[in-house]
T-cell receptor, first 115, second 113 residues
Framework: KAGVTQTPRYLIKTRGQQVTLSCSPI?????VSWYQQTPGQGLQFLFE???????NKGNFPGRFSGRQFSNSRSEMNVSTLELGDSALYLC??????????????FGSGTRLTVV | ELKVEQNPLFLSMQEGKNYTIYCNYS?????LYWYRQDPGKSLESLFV???NGAVKQEGRLMASLDTKARLSTLHITAAVHDLSATYFC?????????????WGAGTKLIIKP
């Protein structure tokens, strides 16, 4: 059974550019969540999607956006990159928002470096 | 607002010793998760605790949940170097928080040979 797949694994971007990260959840999982992890702020929730609808959103500026497709794959986009956006971005999937008895399964993450 | 506190945030210990990491949370929840993260890696699910009194064990790690005390513990028995990692607990906020998981800050565990 394939796990959560995130692409790309590593990315280097220049300040002011935009970036799109991709996440393919475990087959059958309809809930996808995104997290940003930095040494200073720790693990911070970005947003959660279920059946193509955003159900939860963390406290991030509008430069951070996401979407989910009908096949449950999700993308997140960061526009006008800032140095502080350098982080490990983690995607996690679960079968159902309210039946998360198994918890999340995380992908390997995308390491974004903004220079 | 549901808050989750882990302590200690940093723990350095010798191999062979026992220790406990604590996870306190501020409102009612009966679902709690423990994850492990190695440096530069993703999070790996360790335990899922779904009811009061739940106890799960895997190797040298044992997790328990007391929903009345709003407390979970992760106990390490006879620590070995391979257990060095950062450990996170996360609490399911339920319907009140739209089923969002609330995370602790993590406990960085270093086990010295």
């Amino acid at each position: 059974k394939a796990g959560v797949t995130q692409t790309p694994r590593y990315l280097i971007k220049t300040r002011g550019q935009q970036v799109t990260l991709s996440c393919s959840p475990i087959s059958g999982h309809r809930s996808v969540s995104w997290y940003q992890q930095t040494p200073g702020q720790g693990l911070q929730f970005l947003f959660e999607y279920f059946s193509e609808t955003q159900r939860n959103k963390g406290n991030f500026p509008g430069r951070f956006s996401g979407r989910q497709f009908s096949n449950s794959r999700s993308e997140m986009n960061v526009s006008t990159l800032e140095l502080g956006d350098s982080a490990l971005y983690l995607c996690a999937s679960s079968p159902h928002v309210s039946l998360r008895v198994g918890g999340y399964t995380f992908g390997s993450g995308t390491r974004l470096t903004v220079v | 607002e549901l808050k989750v506190e882990q302590n200690p945030l940093f723990l350095s210990m010798q191999e062979g010793k026992n220790y406990t990491i604590y996870c306190n949370y501020s409102t009612t929840s009966d679902r709690l998760y423990w994850y492990r993260q190695d440096p530069g890696k993703s999070l790996e699910s360790l335990f899922v605790l779904l009811s009061n009194g739940a106890v799960k064990q895997e190797g040298r790690l044992m997790a328990s949940l007391d929903t009345k005390a709003r407390l979970s513990t992760l106990h390490i028995t006879a620590a070995v170097h391979d257990l060095s990692a950062t450990y996170f607990c996360a609490v399911d906020g339920g319907a009140d928080s739209n089923y969002q998981l609330i995370w602790g800050a993590g406990t960085k565990l270093i086990i010295k040979p």
